[in-house]
């Protein structure tokens, strides 16, 4: 029986993600802010009592790691952590108001995959070589080229994707696996706010399918669904001069001041 540690799994992807691998006969540690919203997901899930809830920041790194050593104590051995908590909201650098969101979005996206994975290591180092143990970042595909209206967002996930090649170099020896996974348009509250037409947008369910699949094959990166990896693909060979032609006049997700936060 696989033991996995998800972090933003109170809904959308996380939730999806978790829901998969309860279905598979897993062990889950769910990590997420919304107490309600957790204890729902538990309660949902096949066997309850094999899943404990977290109700955390993943912003609060003394919490997070607090949470990823009651699980580790609990299951002894975790094989899969999935930094999956992440905001993605408008702004624009012309405004000074959007400072704290730019670091907000960052510390949210960023640092703490950081903090989710770093609590991991060193016990997954001491049986990764005969069993399977997978680090697991959630990129995007607003990662691959900068999209107007979304700098923060967009940097995050350009990060995130940098980062965890890094990591995936560091670790190739030990036998833990890292994986990055860069979703296109899924059909989650965070996609719902959008205004704008949404390419390829896929249901979550049959995401946290294929991530599930990408996650166990070890795959070091991919894109779901395929259609936007040849979109990003494409977008990425680009001149400069075309892409910025062509991207000047995209649609812009909300400023925080706009939504409901």
Request: positive net charge; hydrophobic residues 45%.
């Amino acid at each position: 029986m696989k033991n996995v540690f998800i972090t933003g799994a109170s809904s959308g992807i996380g939730a999806a993600l978790a829901k998969a691998y309860a279905q598979q006969g897993a062990s889950l540690g769910l990590v997420a802010r919304r107490k309600e919203h957790l204890e729902q997901l538990r309660a949902s899930l096949p066997h309850p009592e094999r899943h404990h809830i977290y109700v955390v920041d993943v912003t609060d790194h003394q919490a997070l790691s607090a949470a990823a050593a009651d699980f580790l104590e609990r299951c002894s051995k975790v094989h899969v952590v999935i930094a999956n908590a992440g905001i993605s909201v408008g702004t624009l650098t012309e405004h000074l108001d959007d400072l704290p969101m730019f670091e907000r979005v960052l510390n949210t996206n960023v640092t703490a995959t950081v903090a989710t994975f770093a609590p991991f290591i060193a016990a997954m180092k001491a049986y990764a070589e005969i069993e399977d143990c997978r680090l697991v970042g959630i990129g995007s595909v607003a990662g691959i080229r900068g999209l107007p209206g979304a700098e923060a967002y967009s940097a995050s996930k350009a990060a995130v994707i940098s980062y965890c090649e890094s990591l995936r170099v560091e670790l190739k020896k030990t036998g833990i696996r890292v994986v990055t996974i860069a979703p296109g348009y899924i059909d989650t509250p965070m996609t719902q706010v959008n205004t704008y037409r949404m390419p390829f947008l896929m249901p979550v369910e049959k995401f946290a399918a294929k991530a599930l699949a990408t996650i166990a094959s070890g795959n070091s990166y991919r894109v779901i669904p395929w259609q936007m990896g040849v979109v990003a693909k494409l977008l990425r060979l680009l001149p400069n001069s075309l892409y910025d032609l062509l991207f000047s006049h995209a649609p812009h997700k909300a400023r925080a001041h706009t939504l409901d936060q």
